[in-house]
Structures are given as structure tokens and as C-alpha cells.
């Protein structure tokens, strides 16, 4: 099981939530960990043990290379793949998420391969009823992530990477669609409105996302391929709305890409009968 640590506040304060430290384990190789852990450090690099021919650490990868994004209630579970090499192959790892404002999530595995480590970790924007660790996202958690990984080897060697890879952890959105008069006459004016949301993880709820271009794309019938005819910005409220002609029978909706703490949406096609 994943444990996450609170985000600590502007002030450097934990917020009255409970931090994790990391997995106590081997005391001089968590000693050595703590220290490192205490500074906010994410460019690659490693610190070993002092046997001879210590393990490597070669790349991370995160949710199979996607971003993490998160909604309001359910549990995100992903993997981290820790890879590397040893002559004595690898044989357990502890991995810490570090957050942009100083929390973290750690867990550990053992290795299911001599070059490879995974572990899984759970995460929710609300706390857990009655969890060990009640902390929980806040929006100010969204973005960029980094990895640490601490690496041991089954000869006793060890190796920590600090910052060995990063990780987009995203705030879920989505967008409705509605395209009306239907049917329509041919040639003519179709008003296309929709709203965009994304969650909010200070308040467990959906609100309006304002600002944010959005891309309007038709499919008529007879294809399988959207094109993109339009771009419209949502409101204050995340409003969406813009007019286009009705040359043919298909369907239409609006395409969210994301943003550095959000992640994308689509809205389901709505399908527009358009009579000559």
C-alpha cells in the first residue's frame, strides 16, 4: 500500500496533517536517505553505497509513460518501474513521488526481475475515512512530479538516484456537447454549446475551468475521423459556445488537450440529422 505525506504549506508547516517519512529500513542506508530527502533536489544524479560494484539506475517509468490525473472520489492506482543493473541483479527498492509544494507519496517493492523494481501506488484527492494517513490533494498539488528511487542489490549494494525521472499528476476534466436546432436545414445555422469542468481537489467537486481554449470537431456519418472546424474559450464559468453551418449528417464535440495540471477531455458526439 502507498502512503502519501501532506503537502506542507507556504510557511513550510505540515498543514496538521501527518507526513510519511520514508520506509524505515537498514538504519545507516536510511540515514543516508533522510539527509538527502531534506533538500528539494530534482536533477538526476546518485549517491552509493560502499561496496565495490554498486547497482546502477538506469530510468523510470510512470503509469506506462502517462500522466497520473486524478477526479474527486475514486483511487487512481498506477505503477513505477524502477530499471537498472547490477552484477548480483537487483533485488528490492524504495520509491518517494515528490510533489511541487513538498509533499510526497513512498512506497517499496521487491524487484521482479534482476534489472527491474515496480511498485504500485494508490492515489485520491479526498482523505480516506478512518485511513492511517489522512492527508489528501489540493489543487496546488497538480503538476510536474519527480521520482526518487533508492536501489539495493543482492550482494548488499545500494544506490540512490534522486530526481531520476518525472511525472505529470493532473487534475480530471470533462466537457459536455449539445448541437442544436436538430435536424437542421441544410445551409443552415447550427449553435454549438457545451461546459468544460475539472475537479477540484480543495472542495471534492467539479467547477467550471475558465479561459481555456477548446477545439470544435465535426465526423460526419459515414467516418471515423474527427477535424477540427473551430475554437472557441470557455466563459467564467466554463461555458462553451459558437455557430457554425450545417453542410451534412454527422456528429459534433469539443476536444479539451490539457494543460500543465489538467488533463484532457472529449465530450461523446452529439449527431446532427442535416435534411436538404
Known sequence: MSRSAAPLSDDGQNSGRRPVGHAARRGAVVGAVAVLLAGVATSAGAAS????????????????????????????????TVTGSDDSGLSFVDVDLKGPRGGFYTNDAFCETATACTT????????????DDPVDLANADA???SVDALVDANDGGWVFAPGVGTFGLKRAARVTVDASPEPVAKGATLTVTGKLVRANWDTYRYAGYAGRSVKLQFRPKDSSTYTTVATATTS????????????????WRWNFTGTGTTGPAKAAGDYVDVRP
Open 49 to 80: 553505497g560502499t561496496t565495490p560494484g554498486d547497482p546502477v539506475v538506469t530510468g523510470v517509468t510512470v503509469n506506462s509513460g502517462r500522466d497520473v490525473i486524478v477526479g474527486i472520489s475514486r483511487y487512481v492506482v498506477f505503477p513505477v
Open 236 to 251: 467564467s464559468t466554463g461555458a462553451l459556445r459558437t455557430k457554425v453551418k450545417a453542410v451534412r449528417d454527422g456528429y
Open 120 to 131: 504500485v501506488f494508490s492515489v485520491k484527492a479526498p482523505p480516506a475515512p478512518g485511513g
Open 143 to 145: 503538476g510536474t512530479w
